[in-house]
């Protein structure tokens, strides 16, 4: 899908996959000041070979919604960022939504240079190849009532890998960051921290961080064990099959 600049796209009930481009957009690419809303939909399988946005790309002036959406297996080559959406100075809100398996040479989840807000949602299992960019890489982030975690990178930069965020400014609260990693099996364990930022963290409590965070404030909890990752965070079985991708809840504090 090419979304003209100006014009205002909506999908709904719907699934995109399956589809490819060079660069910017594997399923859709939007130009400037484009409304794009996604809705009950789910985006797979739909990668770049380069640039930006393995599932979809919006320019400057754009806005884009997804709400209660899957957007899982999506993701560019080496030389991409953003394996599910890359933001160009457009404003993002993800609601309830999972965003899951994708990859890119960095920011294997969202990429975003301009407003950023992920509530309800859960960010997991994706993959990086090189360094810092995180999984989720953006300017002003606001992480509520959400999951980061079991995100990896397989290259370090400078020794470090993947940071669950890394943002200019973050806000969060309600929120679990906690097991994201080096190496494709987490078998280096965590050495960096899950949260990164440049300029301003602010807590507003109630988080829990697989890692020491500046900024983290009381009634936030800290715990890492074993490869980093908080033992009272389990995947849910379903259906005998083993973890459900991108779904993850708190057990007892053990």
């Not at 393995?54 to 959406?69: C, K, P, Q, R, T």
């Not at 982030?141 to 980061?148: A, E, G, H, L, Y």
């Not at 409590?205 to 990752?229: K, M, P, W």
């Amino acid at each position: 899908i090419f979304a003209a600049s100006g014009s205002r796209v909506t999908i709904a009930d719907s699934a995109l996959s399956g589809n490819h481009a060079s660069y910017n957009g594997g399923a859709i690419a939007g130009g400037s000041n484009v409304t794009l809303t996604i809705r009950s939909s789910t985006l797979s399988h739909n990668d770049i070979d380069r640039f930006l946005g393995g599932a979809a790309y919006l320019d400057s002036g754009s806005s884009l919604v997804v709400e209660s959406s899957t957007v899982t297996h999506n993701g560019g080559g080496e030389y991409s960022v953003g394996g599910a959406f890359a933001l160009d100075g457009a404003n993002a809100s993800i609601s309830r939504s999972t965003i899951s398996e994708n990859n890119a040479g960095g920011a294997a989840g969202i990429w975003s240079n301009s407003l950023l807000i992920v509530s309800d949602s859960t960010i997991a299992k994706s993959e990086s190849a090189y360094g810092d960019f995180g999984t989720i890489n953006g300017n002003v982030v606001f992480f509520r009532n959400s999951v980061i975690t079991g995100n990896n990178a397989v290259f370090p930069i400078d020794s470090v890998g993947n940071l669950g965020i890394v943002a200019k400014q973050l806000f969060i609260s309600n929120s679990i960051a906690a097991g994201n990693c080096l190496g494709s099996d987490h078998s280096t364990g965590c050495p960096t921290p899950d949260i990164k930022t440049s300029n301003l963290l602010v807590s507003n409590g109630h988080n829990v961080f697989g890692s020491n965070v500046s900024g983290s404030v009381a009634g936030d909890r800290q715990q890492v064990a074993h490869h980093g990752c908080p033992r009272y965070l389990r995947r849910r079985s379903v259906g005998g099959t083993g973890g459900e991708p991108g779904r993850f809840q708190t057990a007892g504090r053990q």
